[in-house]
């Protein structure tokens, strides 16, 4: 048995039904969201999303990676979706792009919600 955390590529993975959005209903501060479905290959892989470093030169888009994390352990080899979701306080955004490695696998507009 496994007791190490590795971390999956992601080439191959379908995502959708992403979703982001500005919370700019009082109280402040104002806050970022955004979420989304990825299938992932057993349910011991948690999907993580994180801001890429360095950002892009437009401080509206925010730029995110996506890392597969498999957890330790036995796990039946059945594919399972499950949700991601990335949260900012003190931000507001007009775009969100998500990067597996170099390529963008989502291209999402932010909707302000007041």
Not at 53 to 76: E, R
């Amino acid at each position: 048995m496994s007791t190490s955390i590795e971390c999956l590529p992601c080439g191959s993975v379908k995502t959708g039904n992403w979703y982001a959005w500005n919370n700019l209903m009082p109280p402040k501060p104002d806050d970022f969201h955004i979420i989304g479905d990825i299938e992932v290959p057993n349910p011991g892989v948690e999907p993580v999303l994180a801001q890429k470093v360095p950002q892009g030169v437009n401080p509206a888009i925010l730029l995110l990676d996506l890392f597969l994390v498999q957890q330790p352990g036995n796990w039946p080899q059945v594919v399972v979706t499950k949700q991601v979701r990335f949260d900012r306080r003190n931000a507001t955004f007009e775009q969100a792009q998500v990067f597996c490695g170099n390529e963008v696998i989502a291209d999402v507009k932010v909707e302000d919600v007041h």
